[in-house]
């Protein structure tokens, strides 16, 4: 039996929840069963971990949104790689990947949608509807994200298959070296609190209103904030730190890349975002056993049960994430337990072998048996 090509096209390689995604996705697959290669319109990190990982990968350098002239390097791309399933990821590469294949001679697509996109997008679903029948099936990373996308699609149920996320359990447990190491670097004591947030520095995860909510806390009590990541918004979080918003206790810790260190460092898991997907920056934190305290919105609500594993605040309001991150603050037991439910609810509903089975199983359903097998 030959093995089914699968490549993937994504809008970029850099570093973003659906990057990461697509890249333990693709060093996890079958290999003895599906022949993996990614191409990315545009370069980033993630090229270099595939690559890394021995996953062929290819990039176009797309100059902007609408550089059709790259269309032609894909179908020949697509071609001669005879791909039997293109699964793109990301609107702009869904609509190269769609209009490429039928040249390419690609039989079958899937497409992944990644958010509930919380900006006013109308052309996204148009497109979704124009072009159904160039698509097998449509992947959605959570059941939010479905709902979000068929309400305003209009498209029937069928055209779904809703496939969460997962997470590197195992590479995600708490490491009490690390805490002891980087807790003492940054000069916290056993009583203090230390809420994080991991992701990028953009205006939709509600990074503002995390330091609006920080501010509130003044600089009286034990609760301190550190942030990492880099985005568009890295300018406003380094102004605040620099006059030391929250009284000195926000501490800005830029890329960082042994996000398991830090999450085992923190005691609490922030995420203020106005739309998310499948937050996998949460799952992480939630497999590391930390308690959550998420926006009210699609996505976070598939993943954080209130009262159980954490809790959920209204979006852009920074005066109920201040009091939740109090009162968590001020209650270890009730951070305990809802670390120990978090982790639970992750290791058992969202783990990543299962994610890769999904798609498995996915891609020998909408491509059957190729010829010559």
Same mark, same amino acid.
């Given at each position: ?6 490549? @993937? &096209?994504?809008?970029?390689?850099? *570093?973003? +929840? ?17 022949? *993996?290669?990614?191409? +990315? ?8 971990? &595939? ?12 100059? =902007? ?24 990821? &990301? ?25 509930? #996109? ?29 709902? @979000? ?39 916290? =004591? ?11 520095? %953009? ?11 920080? #501010? ?10 550190? !942030? ?7 300018? !406003?979080? %380094? ?6 918003? =929250? ?34 920056? &949460? ?55 809802? =670390? ?5 609810? !992750? *290791? ?11 798609? %498995? %199983? ?12």
């Amino acid at each position: 039996m030959r093995r089914l090509r699968i490549c @993937h &096209l994504i809008t970029t390689l850099g *570093v973003g +929840g659906a990057e990461r995604g697509l890249w333990e996705l693709c060093r996890r697959m079958d290999r003895r069963r599906f022949d *993996v290669r990614v191409v +990315g319109l545009r370069g980033g990190a993630v090229q270099r971990w &595939l690559a890394e990982a021995d996953v062929p990968v290819a990039v176009l350098g797309v100059r =902007g949104k609408w550089d059709a002239g790259k269309l032609r390097p894909l179908v020949e791309l697509l071609r001669a790689g005879a791909v039997d399933v293109l699964h793109t990821h &990301l609107f702009h590469a869904d609509l190269a990947g769609r209009a490429a294949a039928p040249a390419a001679g690609v039989r079958h697509v899937v497409h992944t949608v990644w958010t509930a #996109e919380g900006r006013w997008r109308p052309w996204q679903f148009a497109w979704a509807r124009l072009a159904k029948r160039a698509c097998d099936r449509i992947v959605c990373v959570s059941e939010s994200v479905r709902e @979000h996308h068929a309400r305003r699609s209009g498209l029937p149920a069928g055209c779904y298959t809703v496939i969460p996320w997962g997470v590197d359990t195992e590479a995600f447990r708490r490491d009490a070296a690390a805490r002891r190491r980087l807790r003492r670097q940054w000069g916290l =004591g056993k009583d203090d609190v230390l809420a994080a947030f991991v992701g990028r520095l %953009e205006f939709y995860k509600g990074v503002e209103t995390l330091l609006t909510a920080a #501010e509130r806390l003044g600089p009286r009590g034990n609760v301190h904030v550190a !942030i990492a990541g880099d985005g568009p918004q890295r300018p !406003i979080v %380094e102004r605040f730190v620099d006059r030391a918003g =929250g009284g000195g206790r926000v501490r800005y810790l830029g890329h960082v890349e042994d996000i398991p260190a830090l999450l085992s460092a923190a005691d609490l898991y922030v995420m203020p975002s106005l739309w998310e997907g499948w937050p996998l920056a &949460l799952g992480e934190a939630m497999s590391a056993g930390l308690p959550a305290i998420g926006s009210d919105v699609a996505g976070i609500r598939d993943l954080i049960v209130p009262g159980e594993t954490g809790l959920r605040v209204p979006s852009k309001d920074p005066a109920a994430l201040a009091e939740a991150i109090s009162a968590l603050a001020g209650d270890r037991a009730r951070r305990q337990a809802f =670390g120990r439910a978090g982790r639970k609810r !992750i *290791v058992e509903g969202f783990s990543i072998e299962t994610t890769v089975r999904a798609h %498995e %199983e996915l891609y020998d359903e909408v491509a059957g048996t190729c010829p010559g097998d």
